[in-house]
């Protein structure tokens, strides 16, 4: 356990922002969350965030309350049949090291979703998702406390009412429960998932006609490699948009005024590449003081020398202009900005 005051984040969140918190609160195993908590339920004025990999966060200024760190490992088979293995990982689990793992150990299903920086705990909150593949599709079951009883409780998968890049942690739990560990159920048959055209050219180059899954995975991992830009070179949060979704009413209008506009389909609307969007605002490698849009994925908003969370924030609004202005869309952050 580790209890610090004036904190700093900066190697806490892969943007490097140099922000601080009041209190930094790191647990190894659930006990010490709960006795933590226990101290704190009656504080009125107890202010938190739950910070796992920091991949996916932008602190604009310095956090005014509690950050609350998960490092509890752990990896375990819990049940398995003819078909199907559920593994459980704790909250701290790395993600990208988890999903090796189970590929290691026959669990298959995950491969689409290599290398996206990140801990367990969070690709249930997030609903994380890349190269047609989401987390929903595989968790099982998830594990929390409830702030506000103090019970561990389980959530099934409909439960958690999963959206793109939503779940109910980030609306009707937000800051009432801690996520502890997450089962997935996985597959103990290969179904190598190649619908991503940029995985099928990846195999079509290397000549591979029957791909394994670290096959895939290899594919997912070089292509991750080749578009977006490693963190510790460079600092991001990896997409900061969502990719919009618009009705047919909506697409039909634009795809009539610009008839090369990248989308794909979900459900019976829309979903619009953000990326494509901003590239087409001529906004790739665009700097504003010390944020950037990254020169080869303008979907990526960068730390390119020193920048504050105002800088990226400012970059971000910008961005968000110059497309509202072209093609009367207006995007969202996928990145959680405190």
């Not at 209190?23 to 107890?46: C, G, M, P, W």
Request: aromatic fraction near 12%; hydrophobic fraction near 40%.
């Amino acid at each position: 356990m580790r209890l610090e005051q004036g904190y700093c984040l900066q190697k806490y969140n892969t943007f490097g922002i140099n922000a601080k918190c009041n209190t930094f609160f790191e647990y190894a195993v659930d006990s010490e969350l709960f006795d933590f908590i226990r101290l704190k339920r009656n504080d009125e004025n107890f202010n938190f965030f739950v910070l796992g990999g920091g991949s996916n966060v932008l602190f604009s200024k310095d956090f005014d309350g509690t950050i609350i760190h998960p490092a509890t490992k752990g990896k375990t088979v819990v049940y398995e049949n003819d078909s199907s293995i559920f593994v459980e990982a704790q909250a701290g689990e790395i993600w990208d090291e988890f999903v090796e793992w189970c590929i290691e150990n026959k669990a298959y299903g995950l491969e689409n979703l290599s290398y996206i920086p990140g801990t367990v705990g969070a690709s249930a909150v997030q609903n994380i998702g890349a190269y047609g593949a989401e987390a929903r599709q595989f968790i099982h079951r998830v594990k929390f406390l409830h702030l506000d009883s103090g019970d561990i409780q389980y959530m099934s998968n409909e439960a958690c009412c999963f959206g793109y890049r939503e779940s109910i942690f980030k609306h009707l739990l937000k800051n009432k429960a801690i996520i502890l560990s997450v089962v997935y159920k996985l597959s103990k048959q290969a179904k190598p998932n190649r619908s991503y055209a940029d995985v099928e050219k990846y195999l079509s180059e290397h000549e591979i006609s029957n791909p394994s899954p670290t096959d895939i995975r290899n594919a997912i991992i070089s292509i991750r490699r080749q578009k977006l830009p490693e963190v510790s070179e460079m600092g991001s949060a990896g997409s900061f948009f969502k990719n919009p979704i618009v009705n047919a009413e909506t697409f039909n209008i634009l795809k009539n005024k610009f008839p090369e506009i990248k989308y794909f389909m979900s459900g019976t609307d829309y979903k619009l590449a953000a990326g494509w969007l901003i590239d087409q605002c001529g906004l790739k490698g665009f700097r504003h003081n010390g944020a950037a849009v990254h020169r080869n994925q303008a979907l990526i908003l960068v730390n390119a020398g020193n920048a504050t969370g105002t800088d990226v924030i400012e970059l971000s609004q910008i961005v968000k202009n110059k497309v509202l202005e072209k093609y009367g869309i207006e995007l969202e952050p996928e990145a959680i900005i405190l």
